[in-house]
């Protein structure tokens, strides 16, 4: 005799598996490595210290 199958375990295991390759295909498409983050992080802050390098001081004249 076949043994019962549990349908809701299997919907589920279904339901985990099509999430899994839809956030398989986002990260691919988005997803960006931890050193592309980093890279892009260090950019900013360099172009952050070369503006406030150039920018200038005000006097303060009475």
Same mark, same amino acid.
Request: glycine share 2%.
């Given at each position: 005799?076949?043994?019962?199958?549990?349908?809701? !375990?299997?919907? /589920?295991?279904?339901?985990? &598996? $099509?999430? /899994?390759?839809?956030?398989?295909?986002? &990260?691919? /498409?988005?997803?960006?490595?931890?050193? %592309?983050?980093?890279? $892009?992080?260090?950019?900013? %802050? /360099?172009? *952050?210290?070369?503006?406030?390098?150039? !920018?200038? *001081?005000?006097?303060? !004249?009475?």
């Amino acid at each position: 005799m076949a043994e019962p199958v549990n349908l809701n !375990r299997f919907r /589920k295991q279904k339901a985990r &598996a $099509e999430n /899994k390759a839809r956030a398989d295909e986002n &990260a691919v /498409k988005f997803g960006r490595t931890k050193a %592309e983050k980093l890279q $892009e992080r260090a950019l900013a %802050e /360099k172009a *952050e210290k070369t503006l406030d390098a150039h !920018r200038r *001081e005000d006097d303060e !004249r009475p």
